[in-house]
């Protein structure tokens, strides 16, 4: 059940915290693309978001029409936006180490270590071309153009956030597609795989890709690209890339490879074959990837329904016979998507619920759309099983910036192609039991990998007493 606004900022106010996770939920991707637009900077951008919430918790009560709280947070947001910039603008051009605290500092030299790496590079890629060209776009025609197609935002969504009306948005679209439709040919020299959206008499009117693929979803989908070149034949590595510039190599070796995604049952880890035993029904299949475990409970006789927000790697899934899959993002999740009696979380994929508080908010959705028996079978790895000094490090940095110590950054790369960036958690068991208090779920048993850090937990719904 989907409540307002207004109903969840009511019970906000009168302590319920829960409430207030799903407002954050709701609205973090939106105010999170709005600020790196406005800023420019993922991380800061991250910062900002962060800080837009806290100030929207703490003057709450202020707030005299709760049904227009998607329009105040972006004002909050917008306002904060402009003050960092000022900030930026009053500083000289050179700063002291002294006076820079390690934070800046960090940021400072990463943005170093990217912008030299983008010069060695010896040209511009497709991301940069369209960071370029919607520069050139006034700033609220940028708005409208990065919440509809990077947010994913409806016209309905995107006039509620910004409080100017229906036909108010659609313009300012309209203006924005025929000002970059210019430099279609130029994006299509760059990657023959990407068509922009273009202007036609129906406003919706698209080419090549749908409405809710994102604009630059060819170039940013470097996993789903691996997909299918290797689905084609084509032997392939991923490369993993952590903020502040460490790098790895996903290969056959380690086991997380491209063959990895289409291994067959046989050649599964034994603990993933057990993990299976406690699939029932109805299944979930939350960032499927090849298929691999989705395509494993269909020919079991499940129903199994297939998620993920690569349009390719759901390509690659039906060529490989799963019969129900789809384009979709964990947001997007809803009852109106189905009740499942198993939702499945493999391949390490609990990780990609980012943090521990949209985790809690993720898991009171899951208890939603799942019936009263149903299970949740995750698998993540425990951060603190390593001696690596360089892990052991990037644990410190994140707690003295109050993330979890397993809160990961990351972008993949594979040829040409560079996701963007994105968090991923890791976690002990006693911080994932310490997550599932207060929520619907609890865990009932733990298979351990026999020689990794890797392990799956079976959560059951309605354990608690």
Known sequence: MQHSDDKLVQRTLKGDQDAF?????????QIHALAWRKIGDFHIAEDITQEVFLTAYQKLATLTHPDRFANWLYVIANNLCVTWLRKQAAQPQQQSLTSTDLEELSALCYSDYITQQHKDAGKESLRALIE?????????????????YLAELSYEEISKLLGVSLSTIKSRLSRARKRLKK????????????????????????????????????????????????????????????????IDKSSESNCLGPRDYFAEYEDWAEHQKLAMDHATGHVLDIG?????????????????????????????????????????????????????????????????????????????????????SAKIIVETLDPYQTADPCHLAYHQFNRDHGRMSGQLRLRVHYREYTTQWFDYLFVSKAELEDILEGTAWQVERYIDSANTPTYVAILGKGLRA
């Open 21 to 29: 996770a799903v407002l954050v939920e709701k609205y973090r991707s």
């Open 132 to 148: 370029n060209l919607l520069g050139e776009l006034r700033e609220s025609d940028r708005t409208v153009i990065t919440l509809y």
């Open 183 to 246: 430099h279609a040919e130029a994006i299509e020299h760059t990657s023959n795989s990407f068509r922009l959206s273009v202007e036609g008499s129906n406003p919706n009117e698209t080419t090549s890709i749908s409405r809710r693929n994102k604009m630059l979803i060819d170039i940013l989908d470097a996993h789903g690209q691996m997909f299918s070149d290797y689905h084609n034949g084509r032997e392939n590595v991923e490369i993993v890339e952590r903020e502040a510039g460490l």
């Open 288 to 372: 499927c990837a090849a298929g691999r475990h989705a395509l494993y409970l269909q020919e079991q006789g499940h129903g199994v329904l297939g998620i993920d927000n690569s349009s390719l790697a759901i390509e690659t899934c039906q060529r490989r016979g799963l019969k129900n899959a789809r384009v979709m993002p964990v947001a997007g999740l809803s009852p109106e998507t189905g009740i499942f009696d198993t939702i499945l979380m493999m391949g390490r994929n609990f990780g990609f619920v980012g943090s521990s508080i949209r985790t809690r908010s993720l898991l009171g959705r899951f208890a939603a759309m799942t019936s009263d």
